[in-house]
């Protein structure tokens, strides 16, 4: 099916009472039972949701993959993560993740004596040499928070195979619309669907897809272990708004790319970076893996102060963590999303105190433009 197609139907299911085309939201905690041992594959809210699994079939088919397992946050499903190694293993990672990614990994799972390499992996060979024989997992997060940064995700499935590694993408600036890690051959991709694939900023979730049986048993196994389980309500309102994903996902990359051009072109930031400009390093990577260049557009104003002149002042720009919403939102990535990462590491990968995100949203790009415009005063 097209994906649109699927977006709208796949994984949902019609109310088996009344026919109800939208997939019921089965809030309940727990399963009336038969009689002892009898009962309808239901038992308890934790275990398994109606809802739940609607969401966790339309997710898995927009990745173009065989599972999805759904979780309460986006760092929720990345710990999860975790239960797919275990003391002694080693982990090689993207230097720029999302700082909250950071914080879990760097800082608290390394007590429990896993060891990461934070590496730069725009460069496949940074990868391969950061290879050692207790080696288990790549995970890559690309377009990179918030630096923009890409991964070649052809270069990782392969490595991952020669190596016998578990390959991870996080996908969630891209969303399944204009990017699926899977087709690459990486084995799981992660979501935080708080961002694009809910997309209405009142939702909090994640979710783990993967075709990878051994994996599926794995974080499923976790899911109901450890019992980060998303809410049914929530669920149900991230299948509300994946029915419409193409159609924002088209309209944040329409708005984006005006918007990115129009910083670029006004000269207001030292530097613009939106992997849709041809000044991107890696456009050309970019134009190969993903289908559009999305919604996520980053600047470095030069200096803290003249990135507060940007943040303070814009009025249609909410400035708020978080992104991939319908409204547009503004950060400052350092003292907000990647507060977590020490200073001398982030400023490693660009991370300067001038660096301004933007988040896209829906809205008319040309009164977006005209906010920063007026909150620069030109
Ligand atoms: C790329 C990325 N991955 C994961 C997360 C964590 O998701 P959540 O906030 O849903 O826990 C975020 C949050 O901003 C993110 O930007």
Same mark, same amino acid.
């Given at each position: ?11 949902? &299911? *019609?109310?088996? !009472?009344? $026919? ?9 905690? #727990?399963?009336?039972?038969? =009689? ?56 090689? &990672? *993207?230097?720029? !993740?999302? $700082? ?9 799972? #390394?007590?429990?004596?896993? =060891? ?263």
């Amino acid at each position: 099916m097209g994906f649109s197609t699927d977006a709208i139907h796949a994984g949902q &299911i *019609s109310d088996p !009472v009344t $026919g109800a085309v939208i997939t019921p939201l089965y809030q309940t905690s #727990t399963y009336q039972q038969e =009689e002892l041992g009898k009962h309808k594959g239901y038992e308890y809210g934790r275990t398994q949701n109606r809802t739940r699994e609607a969401l966790e079939g339309n997710i898995a088919a927009l990745e173009k993959g065989k599972h999805g397992i759904a979780f309460a946050s986006g760092l929720a499903a990345t710990h999860a993560l975790m239960s797919l190694v275990q003391s002694g293993d080693h982990i090689i &990672i *993207s230097n720029n !993740v999302y $700082g909250g990614t950071y914080r879990l990994y760097e800082l608290n799972m #390394t007590k429990f004596g896993v =060891e990461y390499s934070w590496v730069d992996t725009s460069d496949a060979k940074n990868i391969e040499n950061a290879v050692k024989e207790n080696t288990k997992m790549v995970f890559v997060e690309t377009p990179t928070n918030p630096m923009l940064v890409m991964t070649d995700l052809h270069r990782v499935a392969e490595i991952c195979k020669k190596n016998n590694l578990i390959g991870i993408c996080d996908n969630t600036f891209m969303s399944p619309y204009f990017q699926n890690p899977l087709s690459f051959g990486i084995d799981v991709v992660l979501h935080s669907t708080t961002k694009f694939l809910n997309g209405h900023s009142d939702v909090i979730g994640g979710m783990i897809v993967t075709s990878n049986e051994t994996v599926n048993e794995r974080i499923r196994y976790i899911q109901n272990t450890a019992g980060g389980i998303p809410s049914p309500f929530d669920c149900w309102l991230v299948l509300r708004a994946t029915k419409t994903l193409a159609v924002r996902m088209k309209q944040h990359d329409e708005n984006a790319r005006a918007f990115a051009d129009f910083l670029d072109k006004s000269g207001v930031a030292d530097k613009v970076v939106y992997p849709g400009l041809k000044s991107h390093p890696q456009h050309e990577l970019a134009k190969k893996q993903m289908r559009g260049f999305v919604g996520m557009v980053t600047a470095d104003f030069g200096s803290l102060d003249r990135a507060k002149k940007v943040l303070n002042n814009v009025k249609i720009f909410l400035l708020a963590e978080s992104l991939g919403g319908v409204e547009s939102l503004i950060c400052h990535p350092a003292s907000m999303t990647h507060a977590a990462v020490p200073k001398e590491e982030r400023e490693k990968f660009g991370l300067t105190d001038g660096i301004v995100r933007f988040s896209v949203g829906i809205e008319d790009v040309e009164d977006l433009i005209d906010d920063v415009k007026k909150a620069l005063g030109i």
